[in-house]
């Protein structure tokens, strides 16, 4: 058979296929963007991957070393002024604490003389009234 004598309705739909179905062009297109993207992140990743292998590196080998070494001195001064802190404030209580004792004596004191006052002048008011009835 003749290329003329097929059946018009699948010729016509092999040029419209051809002219409007798009997809195997767009499926070429799409896995094209895709591995461009794929192999460009990879290596991105990869080297972001190895800057932070080589920071983290530089840090353990010597980072840690350097900081131990630059805190110490500082260290030591803060725990200096804090245990100096420390044994003003344990002053300052154990004075205070001895100045409340001394406060609570000195209350109790004055309440026993006034009732030691209170007390010999009610016996000197008896001793009065007594004198007074003989």
Same mark, same amino acid.
């Given at each position: 058979? !003749?290329? /003329?004598? =097929?059946? &018009?309705?699948?010729e016509?739909f092999k040029?419209?296929?051809r002219? $409007?179905?798009?997809? &195997?062009?767009?499926? /070429? ?7 461009? $993207? %794929?192999?460009? =992140?990879?290596?991105? @990743? ?8 080589? =920071? ?14 630059? +805190?110490?001195? &500082?260290c030591n001064? +803060?725990?200096?002024?804090? %245990? ?5 404030? !344990?002053? +300052? ?6 100045? @409340?004792? @001394? %406060? ?14 209170? $007390?010999? !002048?009610h016996? %000197?008011?008896?001793?009065?009234? +007594?004198?007074?009835?003989?």
């Amino acid at each position: 058979m !003749s290329s /003329g004598s =097929r059946n &018009p309705a699948a010729e016509a739909f092999k040029i419209w296929t051809r002219l $409007f179905n798009h997809r &195997p062009f767009l499926k /070429g297109e799409v896995e094209y963007f895709v591995k461009n $993207f %794929q192999d460009k =992140r990879g290596d991105r @990743e990869i080297e972001n991957i190895f800057a932070v292998l080589e =920071r983290v590196s530089e840090l353990r080998d010597f980072g840690v070393d350097r900081l131990e070494g630059g +805190i110490e001195t &500082p260290c030591n001064n +803060i725990r200096t002024n804090l %245990q100096t802190a420390e044994s003003l404030v !344990s002053e +300052i209580l154990l004075h205070e604490d001895s100045k @409340e004792v @001394e %406060q609570t004596l000195l209350v109790s004191r004055e309440a026993r003389e006034k009732e030691l006052k209170d $007390f010999s !002048s009610h016996i %000197q008011r008896r001793y009065l009234k +007594i004198d007074e009835d003989r």
